[in-house]
């Protein structure tokens, strides 16, 4: 199975992290194809950044359906331009936000995430109110860590997101930590044995997910918003993306 | 990998079903260990029933995580007893309604649900609000065909369960479909080609998501409601069950 | 007029307390019929202990019913096999849980839950939300006071109880109590004169509640999930209540 | 005990319609002290006449509060001036559309409301989600009769809030009716043998809840919106009503 | 255009203030014609005195109807009597309060209303919800400042306003900040000086919004609940109301 | 006053004609200063396009602001990109579909939404939850008919709106009727005239709304989501972007 991994951003070095974390986790015959692509934001803190990541994204998400990729990952925790990317591919796509909560939905009644930077925690309660599972969600929660300092093993921003945990613990009732951030994948477990809950990493989540997806032969529906888009000029920079 | 599933009525043959099904999906290396309760009803078809099937499956719950079981699943569309489960197993449990639910939210933004009988409805929708997934299905339908009847290839009973996706998707904007009896398991991919839309199944979306929480390291938070029972005398008839 | 009063629970002293409190209320004219199984724990703390609970309550539900009771109070705050209860009898059910909630909205826009121990949090919610009336209570909160601590007067417990209604008024803006234990029955009065706001204990509530169903000569509906079970085979140690 | 009753709009006939009907109801010992205001509209009938019919019917309240009155009903289905009532008397106030809304969902998951003109709809619509049971009722139906054509027994109207009842359970699984009008108080009985389902009249339903919360001793909490109205001057032609 | 501005008190002092506002904000060619019951409350502080200022301020709206007004404003921020307005006249019915609540919703995700005093606290969350911005809304406070006190520059009001904001920021993420009381018109600019951030007043918006549906020859639909009222007599004192 | 309104889509005669539609409603002194990318798709009708609209969106966004827009108003009902160019711009910015649901909010207490295309159902769906008002539409609707069949007068296209409207006011209980595309701009009044009932068009909506927040001085919340973009690289194609 060839799952398609794109880091929304074109740091490189963090697709390369995040690609190990989901080699980590895939089935031994999964082949793990990351991209990234070549215009776009170096990180995404907010709407803004969004919103600028997006047409590098689907181009890769558009490459990779076009090369075979049997599912495809978007590995940035806002799921930036999820829906445009179910109605680009053939196969199906998953964000590792999503992929987190559902997996949180299922070992806690009530979980808590902690994210980066305060400026996203408006748009993760937007999908998680999109996605049906606001009322699971206790709190959203910003260590105030900008993504790029997650890149490397950072003592401090370590200890502002493992503060956080502790406050959703002690007064959310948290019973889960969703990480809000696919630079935190290498912590989960760290944190989950400090504070002796379970922690939930988007990317290895997504990971499983998709190869569910894969392995139960389940597909986007095209009923409904998801349906290709319809053929149609697109002008300008980027005519190179025309359905 | 080893997979403790449950039916939780006493029709073997319905097990057998089921654990076929189950092993069709499963991974290589996962032992799908099928079990169901000697004592209960013969199927579960509303609230009376799932109350007297529940201290027959949560017995087998105990046994197989005694015995090593790596998650657990609870093979009756209505999560039978998935809360008291999830309390008294160090492994992972999950429900096959809440595995069609989240499974149907990643590849539609909106599905509709088909069962087997109308004094069902209301326990699905409760359930789908506990979850949070209500918003997510547009109308849970019943076909009006027994448990029992799915035991075997039956036409009528497809027929049935045929007409109410097709108005599911005429009158419902249904894009995908979930099947609401752990007996519909091997209709799925026949209703998905002739209607054209994603037809999720329970059973074997609980395999990939149970395989998925083992292989992720995450078991149930003991945090909150899920905490381990409290030793106390149980009398009687139950007191094989106490903790 | 014949109310039946169950205590789900195998504890006598206990039940001995809630007819006490029952009879206490009561109309001059009604009998205070209380029972409670032989079978299952001798306290409800959490989803495994109401797991076990339901079936002996069931049982007395069904021979009191046979008995001829005009209708059914299921004593336990987590209105324990509620929904099971009411397919299984002629006569009205009511739980004291829902009983106090529907008092308490009628003479308070908000209200505030004080419960025994926090792995009663997430039930008592989820009930709310069935019911329809998480809106109207500000919040669930546990005194972390074991249920059968409340058996007779306890100075520790009434403390532990009494400094959670005075956080509920100063940070949930409650302006009603409901206790959420049948073991709080006697305390109401106390608590409602010391903190000067409204207390709502469920026993008397449903006490009332029933007698007014009765008076209406209103039953439970049968055209939903309340339908009588349908008949079938149960196996082994629970066929006795086959229906 | 004593019950004020008051219905709020100025037609006495239909007082002592709704007077008779609780009497019917009422306990041995209570007395039913039905009034009704001298000034305001004959029949309330949308937010108009609500607004006029206020006035004169918390005179009443305030009169019967005086004299003793140990609850209060206010006989207008859409719960007219409830809660300015909750804040000028010291006993209790209970509407009859909450007390329906209340009964009904003890004996049904899902009910309906039949009430009188379209134009209520939305007002009742209302008051559901403000009593937080607009989850419950599965749909309100209006049977186009006005107010005043329910004073007699009246063919025609019955056949079309008959009609409305059988479309409500066939269309929207209804499980159980409202009448949505203190006129519709007399066929209650008649409905129900006819549909085969519980049907609920709000005048006979506030009479069982008032007594309840007298003789449970629960009165509106004043800690919220309902505290006692701030003396000050009230000018002109309203200044008698002046707290 | 001729807006008809109407204080549902009898002060006034405040509705020379509140007119003033509201023409510091008009558009040139708008006329702003004032008016204030001769019955009624000298302010509006909770339930009791909502019902008694309605009807003399209906009685200003039909007049100013018939008069030729282009649109009404009601300058209470309870939006009291507003759906009873709508009925009542052929132009368009604006509250001050829905809308602040609107004009707030289009540059901020998320606000805090600070209203005068705690008994507003409901009523007001009442109105978010009917609006159906309850979930903009991250909290409603009270300053515990009486209306009339804020009639003439008051610098402990002020001060005690001021704090709540402070409030709000930090405690409940408000991004942007409502001032819960007509009286509160002069204070916008310079909280929103202090703050640093967007202070909406629901006068000045009124205002706009209300020359908006002019400009857009928008009036309230009749084919739902502000149809209008049906003729029938008043009896007594308000028998000059007779629609 | 100066207004920049960009339609995000790439058809110059599309922006000529909403341009038209805001000058008809915009005040003697609003300057409208209509733009459209260079970029982009030349109809937007599903995710993929919306992704593909935003960035040209953006960009003119940001020089119109630079230039000394007073406001902007995003001329696409999806309100794509609205919450990116809140970030861009020191102006406050309106989407027209948030216009409309405003709007319509204050004459009608239930309004429906007859857009183009069936695939736009959902996304203005979660518009209308993320905004708040999801309560307040009974049902989008789609007319099946293509954005640019829009542009000139087109019989058929005009029947199948009719058409939606009428099933709205039939079967909806619709009290108004928002028009779900800026093509549309020119045929409210005739459907008005034709159905008898209020029907809002967005551009004309948010003409009047964006004059308002500037008379009002109200700007863009800074201190949630809509903080300025950080500073930060943007590699090829889309670098002309960068914060």
Redesign the interface.
């Known amino acids: 199975m060839r799952l398609h991994l794109v880091n929304p951003n ?1 740091t490189a070095s963090m697709t390369a992290k995040i690609a190990a974390a989901a080699r980590a ?1 895939a ?1 031994p015959g999964t082949v793990i194809d990351a991209r990234q ?7 995404i ?8 990541a ?3 994204m ?1 181009g890769c998400i558009r490459e990779a359906d076009r090369d075979g990729a049997d599912a495809h990952i978007i590995a940035c925790f806002d799921d930036t ?1 999820l ?2 990317a ?3 591919a053939k196969a ?1 796509v ?1 964000g590792i936000g ?1 992929a987190a909560f ?2 949180a ?6 979980f808590a995430v902690v994210t980066t930077l ?6 993760i309660e ?1 999908n998680l ?8 969600c206790a709190r959203v929660r910003a260590a105030e860590v ?1 993504v790029l300092a997650l890149e490397e093993r950072n003592v401090e921003a370590l200890g502002k997101i493992s503060a956080e945990i502790a406050a959703a ?1 002690r007064d959310d ?4 930590i969703v990480l809000g951030c696919a630079g935190m994948a290498d912590l989960a ?1 760290e944190l989950a044995g400090k504070h ?3 922690v ?1 990493d988007g990317v ?2 997504a990971v ?2 998709s ?3 894969v ?13 290709a ?2 053929a ?8 190179p ?3």
Request: proline letters at 10%; hydrophobic letters at 40%; charged letters at 20%.
């Open positions: 074109t986790t089935l692509p070549t215009m776009g934001p170096v990180s803190e907010g709407y803004y950044d969004e919103a600028f997006v047409p590098g689907l331009g829906e445009a179910r109605t680009a199906p998953i999503e559902h997996m939905s299922l070992i806690a009644a009530r305060s400026v996203s925690i408006v748009p937007h109110r999109k996605y049906g599972l606001a009322e699971r900008p613990i009732r948290a019973e889960a477990a002796g809950l379970p939930v290895a989540a499983t997910l190869e569910g997806l392995r139960l032969g389940l597909k986007t529906s095209r009923l409904g918003p998801y349906a888009p319809r149609k000029t697109y002008a300008g920079l980027l005519s993306f025309q359905p």
